[in-house]
């Protein structure tokens, strides 16, 4: 197989005439753990109380921890199968599996689970911004709530702003270790995030105003024991880093290394899932949205507690908008990949860069614009393409074993993750069609 392929198979994200890490040392564990957390930490967190509110604490924490292990050791078949094959990508890795197909179906399934990520990333940034409306309910924006509604605060015109002023020319970055640093203050700003809205469910607790958090799952009502199966899908997707591995895994200087900070990011990720979905339950109670953003508009009458309401939001918006440019780069170089098969690599060629990254960004604020929507967005690639990238390819890899060494324990793990992820996904799916066409009552 030719290591030159322009198509994005065998090739590292974006190369450069060689490796990073000959040319000036290679990125750190530190850098590689904070672009990892920033690729894992995205739009799922806002959801992720939710989960809590339809699974109950319990399962819905259990559940945390088993999908982060579950994707530490589907990363380390990866990570394993690239150190024995002759390929430095994920689709490389497949393609050695699988031939093209199965370089094509990964390309695929990166494309819409990072465009859904993106598409979801702007929805929750317009809801901070604009406002929202749920059930007749209308939530405003930081923008309305501070200069009132106007045409240039609805949220056409406010993701138009962030789109071409905030994220562009993040986007047109080449590296991915030159997004370090945002990478570092957007984790930062998740932590304060949780922190904030972690003392505000405190606060609320000692004053008696919260309502006491269910710990398993309420079948009593209209939620049915499959409906349990919707939640699933969105702490998938929240932690579908898997097409980040490998552009990250090399600029490592050691290799080895990526090993320690996928652990440490998934470790990290999952108690600050587990905290903000615990004391964000645990502040709106079975009032939570999909979306919990949009609960922070009106839960003080306190000047303080106004004011860190906007720090809540504006402080997610923007970990966000910095986290925008990290998932674009696996997307914008599939794209590439697939329009593209026998072009040059991306990195050679300016103009078709930019024409394809100003591409992604409109269609992407377009849908954005039309679909306000993000529940619906993560049932949908958390029930599909997220569970494949992130269990069922690596599985795939590791019973279909090309360079045999596969263990016996390893098959087992991958056979049983394959059939787990197909079950609840199938489950998932075939629950939301029928709640989609049965009427309410």
């Not at 964000?280 to 009106?298: E, K, P």
Request: glycine letters at 8%; proline letters at 3%; one cysteine or more.
């Amino acid at each position: 197989m030719k290591s030159g392929k322009a198509a994005g198979e065998f090739s590292p994200l974006l190369p450069a005439v060689q490796s990073p890490a000959a040319e000036d040392g290679g990125a750190s564990v530190s850098g590689a753990v904070f672009n990892l957390s920033t690729s894992i930490i995205g739009a799922g967190i806002m959801s992720i109380p939710a989960t809590l509110k339809v699974l109950g604490v319990g399962p819905a924490i259990v559940l945390i921890f088993a999908v982060a292990y579950m994707c530490d050791v589907s990363t380390d078949f990866l990570l394993r199968f690239t150190q024995s094959g002759g390929s430095t990508t994920y689709a490389g890795v497949m393609a050695e599996s699988f031939g093209k197909l199965g370089s094509l179906a990964l390309q695929i399934c990166i494309m819409v689970t990072t465009m859904g990520c993106l598409i979801i990333y702007l929805i929750i940034i317009g809801d901070v911004l604009s406002g929202a409306q749920s059930e007749g309910t209308v939530h405003l924006g930081v923008l309305q709530e501070w200069f009132g509604v106007h045409w240039w605060n609805t949220r056409a015109f406010a993701l138009l702003i962030v789109a071409l002023f905030v994220m562009l020319p993040l986007l047109l970055l080449r590296r991915v270790d030159s997004l370090r640093f945002t990478s570092a203050i957007s984790v930062l700003l998740a932590v304060v995030f949780m922190v904030v809205s972690s003392a505000m469910a405190l606060y609320a607790l000692f004053q008696g105003t919260t309502e006491s958090p269910r710990w398993v799952p309420d079948l009593s009502g209209q939620v049915s024991f499959f409906d349990l199966f919707t939640a699933v899908p969105v702490i998938v997707t929240a932690f579908t880093f898997h097409f980040n591995v490998h552009p990250i895994r090399y600029e490592l200087h050691k290799l080895s290394d990526m090993t320690t900070a996928v652990r440490i990011s998934l470790i990290l990720c999952a108690i600050i899932y587990a905290a903000v979905g615990f004391f964000g339950y645990l502040l709106f109670g079975d009032s939570t949205m999909a979306d919990i953003l949009t609960n922070f508009d009106r839960n003080s009458d306190s000047a303080t507690g106004a004011v860190l309401n906007d720090i809540v939001r504006l402080s997610y918006a923007l970990h966000l908008m910095l986290v925008y440019p990290l998932i674009n780069f696996s997307l914008r170089i599939n794209v590439d990949g697939l329009i593209f098969p026998k072009s040059l690599s991306l990195a050679s060629d300016a103009t078709r860069f930019l024409l394809i990254t100003a591409f992604l960004i409109g269609f992407v604020y377009i849908v954005a614009i039309a679909f306000p929507n993000i529940w619906s967005l993560f049932q949908f690639v958390g029930s599909t393409s997220a569970v494949c990238i992130a269990f069922v390819f690596p599985g795939a890899i590791v019973l279909r074993d090309v360079h045999g060494i596969s263990t016996r324990r390893d098959r087992i793990f991958a056979a049983t993750m394959i059939i787990v992820a197909v079950i609840a996904s199938a489950i998932a799916i075939t629950t939301n069609i029928i709640n989609l066409i049965t009427p309410t009552t």
